[in-house]
């Protein structure tokens, strides 16, 4: 069994056409074939079922199909690592999702460009900063194909290939149109939201699950804050993202939840207010690879921790396995 063979079955299981397979791996039609039927025949197990059409695999190719494409995405993973680890690039490229944008990102990078200066005799500086709009799940597959070398985000990942270090929980805060009866209340309890449209707007879900007087498992993340005060909104709206959520509390369709870095967004139509509950939280995470620290990745991690010095924010300093 080798390589060839196997690229040339994941393309067939994948495009379910010899000829699309043979376009797509630049083989003929007679040598993809082929491979194919040395394969079947070197394991003594038929993997394609050639009657069918569109083709189909059969139970053990569907089986096989699975793992060999986890081994083959793996082995990409590993030569686009080896590739870096023997030339790590100048740039710096990081991956952040946008409630960090409008928090202390902007702040943190001219910390760590500030303190990573040293200019060459022409006066350009070592250290170029790319800065690219990913969502935290996205991150994950990002960090691997090389995409960029360190993440920002606000979910946890349990990938063996990937370390994460908990920077900080911040807590979240009410959204409400300015003309809302609670609108001045500086302290807000879950329980007095419930009655109000909550909109709606991670494209992500949790892993763990917290449970309703119904016991369905509750994984989106705000309804999953509400669910742990026993609280279940009584409307609910969902929308693509943070930005379009807030523009339905200012124009009054609902109430929603932000991290509390979010309370300078348009101020003249919303009022944002404290939460009375200390673990109505958003973890912020930095997620870089476990076998390749990018060098300026640890400057990094010291120009978040300066900043949050400097603004009396309580973190523990955490490291790099
Ligand atoms: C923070 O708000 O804690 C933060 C924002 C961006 C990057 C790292 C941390």
Redesign the pocket.
């Given at each position: 069994m080798d390589l060839k063979q196997l690229n040339a079955f994941v393309a067939v299981a994948d495009l379910q056409s010899f000829s699309a397979a043979a376009k797509t791996t630049g083989l003929s039609q007679p040598s993809l074939s082929r491979l194919l039927k040395q394969l079947e025949t070197d394991m003594g197990v038929e993997l394609i079922d050639r009657y069918h059409r569109p083709l189909q695999l059969t139970d053990a190719g569907l089986f096989f199909y699975d793992k060999v494409r986890a081994v083959l995405t793996e082995l990409d993973t590993i030569t686009n690592m080896t590739k870096r680890l023997s030339a790590p690039s100048q740039a710096l490229n990081i991956g952040?999702v946008p409630s960090?944008l409008y928090?202390?990102?902007p702040e943190?990078i001219a910390d760590f460009k500030h303190n990573n200066v040293n200019p060459d005799t022409n006066g350009n500086t070592d250290i170029e900063v790319n800065l690219k709009d990913i969502s935290s799940y996205q991150q994950v597959e990002a960090l691997k194909n090389g995409e960029i070398d360190v993440g920002?985000g606000r979910f946890a990942h349990q990938d063996p290939w990937i370390q994460q270090i908990l920077?900080?929980h911040?807590r979240y805060v009410v959204a409400l149109p300015k003309a809302h009866p609670l609108a001045q209340i500086k302290e807000q309890r879950l329980i007095d939201l419930a009655s109000n449209r909550l909109i709606l707007y991670h494209q992500t879900h949790l892993s763990v699950s917290a449970t309703t007087s119904t016991t369905k498992p509750v994984t989106e993340p705000l309804l999953y804050l509400f669910a742990q005060y026993g609280v279940t909104p009584l409307m609910t709206t969902k929308v693509s993202d943070l930005q379009v959520a807030l523009s339905l509390v200012a124009a009054g369709e609902g109430i929603t939840l932000v991290p509390a870095?979010l309370r300078t967004v348009r101020t003249e139509q919303i009022s944002y207010q404290r939460l009375i509950h200390e673990n109505v939280t958003s973890p912020?995470y930095?997620h870089t690879l476990k076998d390749f620290v990018h060098p300026k990745i640890p400057n990094l991690l010291d120009a978040?921790y300066r900043v949050?010095e400097q603004r009396g924010?309580t973190y523990r300093r955490q490291q790099f396995i």
């Open positions: 952040f960090v928090g202390l990102l943190i920002f920077l900080r911040e870095s912020i930095l978040v949050y924010i």
